[in-house]
């Protein structure tokens, strides 16, 4: 190649050198990283050698999430042709679900909610670079893949916009940008969704494609969650098979259906090493904890049918963990290493009760039959303080060990005798 | 002599911007947070503050010499209380329906902390005419302040303005919303409030270098 045919790389670098302590060198230094691997070198002796920087943390979740969003597209396409021609009688995973027409139809509905997603949080990411004159930060990389995975399929793309400009800016910017907040800015985004917009967020017209620009009329079609149809006390109307719930045969957001996906995107991350298996255990545990004492709740006979929780409560304890978006937040929201607890002993603690507040939001919650963002984004603020008292306890357990050491006598002769530690 | 003298117009224009009670005294938070769903409330709830702290301030400063330091908490109190329940009084008997929006917040203008908190840093140690204008400025600036929480809260939660329908009718479809522009619910509660007051203090410490605190 001749010097004066420059490569796209070539050109970024070049840029990236003339536009060196100027306000725009953020920017353009963004999209070179974006595209290739930083030119830079360390100048000073280097400590640490890692091969996962950030990005490559960041792409190895999205990695991970790839399957569930492939799987959104079949999934959105065959509840929208099963709300209009009803539910095939003998289901067979190839014809009637892995189809050409389900995929279309997923493929250009999902896809714009990934797009919006990402230009919109990727332009305020640049703002925020160029303003602060930082570098840019890597951070929208996992949570524009997550905001368009836990929106309902008919979500306007001007309110996930909106959204998206909140969540990023006062969900993450405000408190410093990635690595600083406190708060998961893709449960930011959903919660500021559901708070703003309701009617687009939950009820039993937006978890299929279509139905809501057919309300009303003779073609009218709809499609509730399984958590709908329970706490309506409307259990037994519902067609849905255990393993349709596994497998993500069922309405709900995008990406939160499949647990069989998420579980194998869960161990993927698990064996990368990139997310807790502790939050992931303990939330689960959690979850089955709070289930069965609900179910416990209703043999003992203290609810009765009538009551309004009835449907929830006497929901099998193990089938949470397969509805909803139990399975999705446990696995890649409850994760994250930025706003999870720290310590081991904490992400016991912070993951337990991740899923112990998500069912028991689920079932007393009036508004809305699930709970599993506001359970992680309040334990996302407890977090800290979590962590505040496990180092704490642990600070004052190794004091007490010292504080009882006995100092083991050197001759047979003396006696054991108790090591002061004031005299250390 | 000037009217105002360059010390008296400070008084008056500090608590505008760099001394403001809700965004740099982080002083009556409650209502600022309760009451600006609605441009009129504010405005109104602006007025009533404007009200109080005027006069109070007055009334204060003239006993100043004569309330015993023990119980001047009390008498503060009096003075205040009284002077919300004429405001109270006037509202029902001219702006029932208002009255009713505001509810309990018009009688909690007692407790507002910016009220107490100027009598006791201010009208206590200085004279008629100046604790006037002290009151006057901090009462604009918290309400100039609510009346920004309520403009861009009314405007996005309810699409209106003063009640006057700005972006078109949401049920019948005209203006924005034919576009399926829709109002935004979260802009109605509480918390709205908190983040648009917190937005405020971001713009004015960015702008105002000299508000920045070290750490």
Known sequence: MSDKKLTLKKRLHILKHRFRGKKMAPAFNAIHTFLFAPDETTHSGSHIRVADDLKRTMNTVIMALIPVLVFS???TGYQHYSAINGFPDNFSLVNDFLNWDNFWLGFIKVMPLVIVSYGVGLLIEFIFAVIK????EEGYLVTGMLVPLIVPIDTPLWMLAVAVVFGVVIGKEVFGGTGMNILNPALTIRAFLFFA????????????????????????????TVLGYLAQNKGDEMAYTVSDMFFGFIPGSVGETSVLLILLGGLFLVFTKIASWRIMVSAVIGA???GLIFNGVVEAGWIGQSSGFYGLMSFEFWKHL???GLAFGIVYMATDPVTGSQTNRGKWIYGFFIGFISVMIRVFNPAYPEGVFLAILLMNVFAPTIDHYVVRGNIRRRLNRLKNATVLPTNSGEEAKELKVETI | MALLTKKDTSLILDPLADNNPITIQ?????????????????????????FVLGVGNVVISLMRNIIPSKIRIIVQLIVVATLVIIVDQVLKAFAY??????????????????????FEAFALGNGPWRSFLDGIGNALGYGVILIIVGFFRELFGSGTLFGYKVLGDPVTK???????????????????ALIVVGIIIWVQRSKNKALIEEN
């Not at chain 1, 004159?133 to 840019?136: D, F, I, K, P």
């Not at chain 1, 139905?211 to 009303?216: D, K, L, N, S, T």
Request: glycine residues 12%; contains cysteine; proline residues 4%.
């Open chain 2, 26 to 50: 982080v002083l009556g938070i409650c209502s600022a947070l309760a009451i600006t769903a609605e441009l009129k409330a504010s405005v109104v709830m602006a007025i009533s503050v404007l």
């Open chain 1, 322 to 324: 397969l509805v909803g």
């Open chain 2, 174 to 192: 005209t203006g924005l919303y034919a576009t399926g522009y829709e109002n935004n619910g979260f802009m109605i509660i509480p918390p709205a």
């Open chain 1, 197 to 224: 917009y309701p009617t687009w967020m939950s009820g039993d017209k937006v978890w299929v494609q279509g139905a809501v620009e057919r309300a009303g009329t003779p073609d009218a079609i709809s499609g509730e």
């Open chain 2, 97 to 118: 329906e208002l009255s009713k929006t505001l509810s309990v917040f018009v009688g909690l203008i007692i407790t507002n902390c910016i009220i107490m908190g100027r």
């Open chain 1, 133 to 136: 004159g930082h570098e840019v």
């Open chain 1, 73 to 75: 597209f079949f999934n």
């Open chain 1, 288 to 290: 089955l904890v709070m």
